[in-house]
């Protein structure tokens, strides 16, 4: 722990990494109470202020209808937040335990899993979440479903490797001879190992699921309008570029400083934590 | 080299399980669609003799094994259906639509291999130095956004504040190309029309740099971690000993043999790219595979999104069979070994 903080400290980029996290977590939790015009999260119409440039009244402007873009933004880093949370709670631990089947048990069972793991990752990421919109409704619920689809995959080929190489090491072997059964050595005596290098990927992976949701949604195939998100914000106001230049812009920063939060946090977990890249 | 050859048999027989897989994937996709895909090629006002006649056609009334069955068939003799949108074969509109895509992501490629790596290089050599530690942080920006939001803020700063390209199109229309391979570059010069190869290129470099912009990022990170990995290597300190220039060292010893492990990820990066190809495409209004898979996923065009995802899928195979190969032509272990065993 103390070392973990020494070498944290020492790397003024995590640092700003983990102030960027918790600024955005903070702002997303508590965005009914910081936002301006918290009202303007939904479906309401202003004209008087409509498509005005950054002011005093509105920090970053107005969009087309006249909502406050800051009092949204605020607003869409909580869908983005709660999408990358559900996803991974469900991708990791699904992937991690066919990872930890296939990589310590093998054989058929493990060629097959691998075989479907590659006919996933054979796929574009973002090509398989827009086939899955494409024929699903377009809601947040089917969104995190189509991304979770798609990102399973990658947990169980990290796992898998590591515990194809754990498989052979002395602590293993000496669980085997002690006559630990398969589910034993598999989740308390390797899957401790592979952890260090989940967690970082899951940090590194938030920044990840952030870029491909708001993709989704930028192509119109993700969160709907009038809810706020970040994508489809960028959508919205990509027509009227370069005049209405707040439009795209302040959403389009907002995504590049929340992702760069993850992954500056993840490079720094990475080397805490001694994970190999 | 009979090694070679070994590998790249191997490849193609794991390749094509893999796209059996990918096969059954899209059909299950396709399956799990809420509703009559008859009715919703139809609409509401079909009667209830022509959706029954459709979903004969569809062959909808069989088991799923037999649907696969007919769905392999066809795409076996390369038929992808009709597209409900255009109402004309699948594969004539990925065969007008994909060059362009193709060309975009050729030379966005190009681009990320071009500054990616000597930026991994540099950043290894000065390894803990300030360019390290700039090129990392640039390096981790690039990474940090979608491809339209890099799309987005290179079409405001340099094509309407600095206009220095055009903002939208891949031609100006003033130009008439004879279509031939659809691929402009290569239409343009074979219609001798310099003037209009020019114009073709000063229209791909903007989207081409905002979709590689990720992907250079992606690949100086791993080429630095690996040729960091390399200089803690022995032979790397005997030719420090022998007085080798830096520079020397870092080229010829320290970032060759780091080349291999980052040529796998390039390959995974390129298929990342024909997915973000989507996204910078619509900021520039780039008539490929985009603005055609957005308006048939709208419509619930089946056969129109099977085919295009099969395809995508393909062109990644196709690619990351070439990079395997590229390693195996780099690898001297691979290329002089008898059995080919890797």
């Known amino acids: 722990m103390i070392r973990a903080l020494r070498i944290l400290a020492a790397n003024p980029m995590s640092l700003i990494g983990l102030l960027l996290v918790s600024i955005i977590i903070l702002a997303a939790t508590f965005a009914p109470l910081l936002a301006p015009y918290p009202t303007h999260n939904g479906a309401i119409v202003d004209f008087a202020y409509a498509n005005k440039a950054p002011n005093a009244r509105n920090w970053m402007g107005t969009d087309l209808v006249g909502r406050d873009i800051f009092s949204r933004i605020l607003y869409a880093f909580r869908i983005s937040l709660t999408l990358g949370v559900v996803v991974l709670a469900i991708a990791a631990p699904v992937g991690t335990a066919i990872g930890l089947l296939a990589g310590y048990v093998g054989g058929w069972v493990g060629a097959v899993l691998m075989r479907i793991v590659d006919v996933f990752l054979s796929i574009p990421p973002l090509v398989l979440a827009i086939a899955m919109m494409g024929v699903l409704e377009p809601t947040l619920t089917n969104a995190m479903l189509a991304v979770t689809v798609m990102w399973w995959p990658w947990y169980a080929r990290l796992v898998y490797s590591i515990a194809r190489a754990e498989r052979e090491e002395g602590y293993v072997l000496a669980a085997e001879v002690m006559g630990a059964g398969t589910p034993h050595i598999a989740f308390r005596e390797i899957l401790p190992n592979c952890l260090p290098a989940i967690v970082t990927k899951m940090t590194l992976d938030m920044g990840f699921v952030i870029i491909i949701a708001s993709s989704l949604s930028f192509l119109g195939l993700g969160v709907q309008p009038p809810t706020p998100d970040l994508g489809s914000m960028v959508a919205e106001g990509a027509r009227y570029l370069p005049d209405s230049w707040w439009l795209t812009v302040f959403p389009g920063l907002a995504i590049l400083v929340a992702v760069f939060g993850f992954n500056l946090l993840g490079d720094g977990l990475r080397e805490i934590l001694e994970v190999d890249e | ?342």
Request: no cysteine.
């Open chain 2, 1 to 342: 080299m009979p090694a070679v050859i070994h590998l790249l048999l191997r490849r193609l027989g794991i390749s094509f399980v893999v796209l059996i897989g990918v096969s059954m994937l899209i059909f299950a996709i396709a399956r799990v669609i809420p509703g009559d895909p008859a009715r919703i090629a139809l609409g509401p006002n079909a009667t209830t003799e022509q959706i029954a006649k459709l979903r004969t056609a569809m062959h909808l009334d069989e088991s799923l094994p037999v649907q696969y069955g007919h769905f392999i068939a066809d795409v076996s003799r390369g038929d992808l259906g009709i597209s409900l949108y255009t109402n004309r074969p699948v594969t004539k509109d990925i065969a007008q639509f994909l060059p362009a895509t193709l060309e975009l992501v050729l030379l966005a490629g190009l681009i990320m291999i071009a500054v990616g790596l000597p930026l991994g290089m540099l950043a290894a050599r000065y390894r803990e130095r300030w360019p390290d530690h700039l090129i990392r942080v640039l390096a981790l920006l690039t990474v940090s956004a979608p491809g339209f939001v890099w799309a987005v803020i290179l079409m405001l700063l340099f094509a309407f504040y600095l206009p220095l390209f055009p903002i939208a199109g891949r031609i100006t229309d003033s130009f008439e190309i004879t279509r031939v391979t659809g691929f402009l570059t290569v239409d343009t010069l074979l219609a001798g029309n310099l003037e209009a190869f020019v114009d073709v290129i000063h229209h791909l470099i903007l989207p081409a740099i905002a979709l590689s912009l990720s992907g250079i990022g992606q690949a100086a990170r791993l080429t630095r971690a690996n040729m960091v990995e390399t200089y803690k290597k022995p032979y790397i300190e005997m030719a420090q000993a022998y007085g080798f220039f830096p520079s020397k060292i870092a080229r010829s010893y320290a970032f060759k043999p780091s080349l291999i492990p980052s040529l796998t990820i390039i390959g995974l990066d390129f298929a990342a790219m024909l997915g973000n190809a989507f996204l910078v495409e619509a900021v520039f209004a780039w008539p490929g595979l985009s603005r055609y898979g957005v308006a048939v996923i709208l419509r619930k065009d089946l056969n129109a999104i099977m085919g295009t995802v099969l395809i995508i899928a393909i062109t990644f195979l196709i690619v990351n069979i070439i990079v395997d190969m590229m390693i195996a032509f780099l690898n001297p272990r691979i290329r002089h070994s008898a059995r080919g065993s890797a």
